[in-house]
C-alpha cells in the first residue's frame, strides 16, 4: 500500500486515514483502488469491530485529483465507464462494509468527498468544515455518488445543493442530516472515540445484521414482502448464538460474552 492512504489500530477500531495532504486528500485511481482494499480487508478481520475513514491537512477530501481529471479529458466512453465503474465499486464496498463505519470529517468536503463521507453510517464533523457539491459548476453531475449522498441528506436537501453547488458549512450539514455531530476541533478525537466505544460495546452480529436490516429496508414501500422479510430477521436473531447469548445475560444480570472476549 503506497502512502495514499495509512491504516492503524487501536484495540478492535480500525482507522483508513486519506494522507495526501498537498492535494486535500483528493482521490485519483490508485486512492481508489487502494480504498476499496482496504475495506474489504476490514470487512473480512475478525479482530475489527468498526472502521474510522479519516483524513490529514485542511481538507477531508476534494473530490477529484486534477491529474487525474486531465486523464480523464481525453478518454472515451467506454474508459469513462470503467472509471466510473471503480468509483461505484469503491463506494458499495464502504457502503456495504459489514462493520460499522465512521467517517472523522476534519476539513472541507467536496465533490466525490461527499460521497465518502455519505457512504459511511455515520459522520463527526468539525464545526469549521465546509461542504459542497460541485460538481455543475464544471458541466458534470454527482452521479455516482447519488445514490449514497442522497440517502444521506434526503432528497429535498439534495435538490437544492445538486442544482446549486452552494457550500454550506458544518451546522447545515447537521440539520439536513448529513453529518450526525458537529464539534470544536479539540472535541473530535473524543466524539468519535465515544462512538466508535458504543459500537464495539454491542454484539457483532447483531451490528452486521442490522445494517443489512437498514439497507433492505430503508426507503422500501411496507409491503406484505417486507414485512414477512423482518418477521424472518427477527426470528434468525433471537435463534443465533449471540441472540440467545444476549437474551440470558440480560436475565441473568451479567455482561455477554463479547464484552467478556473484547
Not at 459511511?120 to 460538481?135: Q, W, Y
Request: charged content about 20%.
Amino acid at each position: 500500500m503506497t502512502t495514499a492512504l495509512q491504516t492503524t489500530q487501536q484495540g478492535a477500531v480500525l482507522t483508513i486515514t486519506l494522507s495526501r495532504p498537498d492535494v486535500r486528500n483528493a482521490f485519483n485511481d490508485e486512492v481508489i483502488a487502494e480504498l476499496t482494499v482496504a475495506f474489504q480487508d476490514a470487512a473480512s478481520r475478525a479482530d475489527v469491530r468498526a472502521v474510522v475513514l479519516a483524513a490529514t491537512g485542511p481538507a477531508f477530501c476534494a473530490g477529484a485529483d486534477l491529474n487525474w481529471m486531465r486523464r480523464m479529458a481525453d478518454y472515451s466512453r467506454d474508459e469513462n465507464l470503467a472509471d466510473a465503474g471503480a468509483l461505484a465499486e469503491m463506494l458499495r464496498v464502504i457502503y456495504e462494509c459489514p462493520k460499522p463505519t465512521v467517517a472523522r470529517i476534519q476539513g472541507d468536503v467536496y465533490a466525490g468527498g461527499m460521497g465518502l463521507v455519505a457512504a459511511c453510517d455515520m459522520a463527526v464533523s468539525v464545526d469549521t468544515a465546509h461542504f459542497c457539491l460541485s460538481e455543475v459548476k464544471l458541466g458534470l453531475t454527482p452521479a455516482t455518488i447519488s445514490p449514497y449522498v442522497i440517502r444521506a441528506m434526503g432528497a429535498r436537501a439534495a435538490h437544492r445543493y445538486f442544482l446549486t453547488a452552494e457550500r454550506f458549512d458544518a451546522r447545515q450539514a447537521q440539520r439536513i442530516g448529513f453529518v450526525h455531530e458537529v464539534v470544536g476541533a479539540g472535541q473530535l478525537d473524543a466524539k468519535v472515540a465515544e462512538l466508535t466505544q458504543a459500537l464495539i460495546a454491542v454484539s457483532p452480529n447483531a451490528v452486521r445484521s442490522c445494517k443489512a436490516l437498514l439497507q433492505e429496508v430503508a426507503g422500501r414501500e411496507i409491503s406484505a414482502p417486507l414485512v414477512a422479510r423482518t418477521i424472518e430477521g427477527i426470528a434468525d436473531i433471537r435463534a443465533s448464538r449471540e441472540g440467545r447469548e444476549g437474551v440470558q445475560a440480560f436475565l441473568q444480570k451479567r455482561k455477554p460474552s463479547w464484552l467478556l472476549n473484547s
